[in-house]
T-cell receptor, first 114, second 111 residues
Framework: DAGVIQSPRHEVTEMGQEVTLRCKPI?????LFWYRQTMMRGLELLIY????????DSGMPEDRFSAKMPNASFSTLKIQPSEPRDSAVYFC????????????FGPGTRLTVL | KQEVTQIPAALSVPEGENLVLNCSFT??????LQWFRQDPGKGLTSLLL?????REQTSGRLNASLDKSSGRSTLYIAASQPGDSATYLC??????????FGAGTRLFVKA
């Protein structure tokens, strides 16, 4: 099993640009999570999908952030326009049983907004 | 509001030593607790998942215990090795699709 796949692994962009992060969950997992990790705030849940449907997006910081899951094998997290304070590592995780299930994390995307 | 605390924030031990990492949570109404390992610049690797009805889980040299009533979990690492050096995070699932993470304990095992 390839595990959770994220792309790109690193992204450097300028303030105001659109950024799209991608995630492929583990096959057969029906829940997908997007997290953000920073030194100041640690690991924070941004949004949670179950069976491709967004269940809880209360962690999305602003309207500049949006996430989609068009099918069971692909999700995107978009930031438009990006700001320097969005710089962080963004992780995608998946599980077979939602919150109660064991979560498996991808390698993350390190985003730097200049 | 659930809060998860990990103590100590950092720990340095000589190779071969047995050690305990601590995790405490403020609300005992949890569904499960998961321990992760994170290497620098990498993602999180799941180590052990303890359901609320369980007292402990073991995997190799790792043993995790859970005491819901006191809001505590410990991760015991036997015969530590330099390859165990990493940050260890605990996370509690409290329902409502929320998983709350601790800030982690940074472990360094000296050869």
């Amino acid at each position: 099993d390839a595990g959770v796949i994220q792309s790109p692994r690193h992204e450097v962009t300028e303030m105001g640009q659109e950024v799209t992060l991608r995630c492929k969950p583990i096959s057969g997992h029906n829940s997908l999570f997007w997290y953000r990790q920073t030194m100041m705030r640690g690991l924070e849940l941004l949004i949670y999908f179950n069976n491709n449907v967004p269940i809880d997006d209360s962690g999305m910081p602003e309207d500049r952030f949006s996430a989609k899951m068009p099918n069971a094998s692909f999700s995107t997290l978009k930031i438009q326009p990006s700001e320097p304070r969005d710089s962080a590592v963004y992780f995608c995780a998946s599980s077979i049983a939602g919150g109660p299930g064991e979560q498996f994390f991808g390698p993350g995307t390190r985003l730097t907004v200049l | 509001k659930q809060e998860v605390t990990q103590i100590p924030a950092a720990l340095s031990v000589p190779e071969g030593e047995n050690l305990v990492l601590n995790c405490s949570f403020t609300d005992s109404a949890i569904y499960n607790l998961q321990w992760f390992r994170q290497d620098p610049g990498k993602g999180l690797t799941s180590l052990l998942l303890i359901q609320s009805s369980q007292r402990e889980q073991t995997s190799g040299r790792l043993n995790a215990s859970l005491d819901k009533s006191s809001g505590r979990s410990t991760l015991y690492i036997a015969a530590s090795q330099p390859g165990d050096s990493a940050t260890y995070l605990c996370a509690v699932y409290t329902g409502g699709f929320k998983t709350i993470f601790g800030a982690g304990t940074r472990l360094f095992v000296k050869a």
